[in-house]
């Protein structure tokens, strides 16, 4: 049997990070804009296209419904959905990327219908769409669910008032690309308000879509005929970038983070300089340092602007390595601390009840052989590796690779040693300490 080979960081810790680091596309909102391209009746050109396995998926699900795709550059595109037929995406493809729901929305916005597996099960504890199959048929729209399927259809849509009971990025985002060209005015409630769903609205708008309020928790959107191609440019991740400022932190080091939006990074300095990190800003760029100890603190994860879910395992690993006793709180995801257990493998002291963390900051880590188990995860793994003492490996890191473009080459680009191996097929140090741990 053909056994696909595993790839792991390999790390040796201990060197401060150094230099600049360039900020790519994000994730969260180009995994929505690219099913939105469905909508549009002309060829997008679409760039800043980060270089990730989530955004290979996406574009492998556009192409076996009939769109073409072609790269004008690395992170450039055009497609051309005017030839799609299809409204199904099947099971095998969906099932490897869980932001694939939004092919339902967009789908169903320009065709009345869709076929769409129910996304795959997901580390972060219970993620359910029942937010999303409402804004469905509040728009009019038939939902089952059939064999693992998720079947919509509809007579054709029409605007319609939708509150949703959760504060949901997906679900609010899959609003917008159904109703984008339902009939009438929809007006969505309690809506979420993440950069990522601002740079949907503004993209749909760039094709003479009309959406308002994208970005506070009230967004309207009157019906459209006709959506025009559009050439745009997907904004900074936010997440990636508080990654690399968490990474500088943690090593001592002093790095500009170049290409973000200092007002998407608010919450994200704000907690970081509480922990004792300095931070300057500029125009387009942040410079990450610290000139004193860190120090304690308590943070609570919360929807936009509130301090992002998911920077919460990034932080975590800063205050392990800070003075006193800190708590983070997790006030959105269901289960989020799964990567406690590897932090431990590495000298952490952190005990976890239901959505609350208490980490005694020990000062330092130690490297030790170690596996991502979901993206943010496993960037934490990364951000333990480069501050710990010694060398750690990180094995499942395609779990990395979904996120984070060209992470090994940024890194070692900032004076991290780190470098990217198969995986033997036992891991001798890791399982010897396994068959001890029995
Ligand atoms: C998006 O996930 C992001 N993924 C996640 O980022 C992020 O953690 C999350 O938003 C919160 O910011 C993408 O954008 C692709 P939600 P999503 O719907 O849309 C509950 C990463 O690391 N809920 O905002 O799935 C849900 O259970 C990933 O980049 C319902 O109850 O998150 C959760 O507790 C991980 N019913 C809360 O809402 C629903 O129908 C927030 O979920 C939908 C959600």
Do not use: W
Not at 163 to 191: H, Q, W, Y
């Amino acid at each position: 049997m053909s056994t696909t080979t595993q790839y792991q960081f390999v790390i040796r810790g201990g060197r401060p990070l150094v230099g600049e680091v360039e900020i790519s596309g994000a994730k969260n909102a180009v995994v929505a804009i690219l099913p939105a391209v469905i909508l549009a009746d002309e060829p997008c050109i679409i760039e800043n296209v980060p270089n990730i396995s989530d955004v290979e998926i996406s574009l492998r699900i556009l192409t076996e419904l009939g769109a073409k795709v072609e790269r004008l550059a690395a992170d450039k595109y055009r497609i051309d959905a005017t030839g799609i037929r299809s409204a199904c995406v099947p099971y095998e493809s969906a099932r490897k990327m869980r932001a694939s729901y939004y092919f339902m929305g967009a789908l169903l916005g320009r065709f009345g219908h869709s076929r769409v597996s129910m996304p795959g099960g997901c580390p972060l504890g219970d993620r359910p769409i029942d937010q999303h199959i409402k804004a469905f048929r509040k728009l009019g729209a038939v939902c089952k669910v059939d064999r693992g399927m998720v079947d919509i259809t509809s007579d054709g849509l029409k605007g319609n008032q939708i509150f949703f009971d959760v504060v949901t990025v997906g679900a609010t985002m899959n609003a917008i690309l159904a109703a984008v060209k339902a009939e009438g005015l929809t007006v969505i409630e309690n809506a979420a308000k993440e950069p990522h769903i601002v740079d949907l609205a503004s993209f749909l708008n760039s094709m003479g879509a009309d959406i308002m309020g994208a970005g506070t928790d009230t967004i309207k959107i009157r019906g459209v005929k006709y959506l025009r191609g559009t050439s745009y440019a997907v904004i900074p991740d936010q997440i990636e970038a508080g990654t690399y400022m968490v990474a500088a932190a943690a090593t001592g080091g002093n790095v500009l983070v170049k290409n973000v939006i200092p007002k998407h990074l608010e919450s994200i300095i704000s907690v970081m300089e509480k922990i004792g990190v300095k931070i300057e800003q500029f125009d387009d760029s942040v410079r990450v340092s610290v000139d004193g100890p860190l120090v304690k603190t308590s943070i609570k994860t919360r929807p936009h602007p509130g301090f992002p879910t998911d920077m919460q395992p990034q932080v975590s690993t800063l205050l392990c390595l800070a003075d006193g006793t800190s708590m983070i709180k997790e006030g959105v995801s269901e289960q989020r601390f799964q990567y406690v257990e590897e932090l431990r493998r590495m000298g952490a002291d952190i005990q976890v009840d239901g959505k609350v963390a208490v980490i005694e900051g020990t000062g330092s880590l130690t490297g030790a052989p170690v596996k991502a188990c979901d993206l943010r995860a496993g960037a934490a793994l990364m951000i333990a590796g480069l501050a710990a003492s010694g060398v750690t490996t990180i094995e499942d890191i395609y779990h990395i690779e979904r996120g984070y473009s060209e992470m090994e080459q940024k890194l070692r680009a900032l004076g991290a040693e780190i470098t990217k191996e198969p995986v033997a097929a036992v891991n001798p140090v890791r399982r010897q300490t396994e068959q001890d741990a029995v």
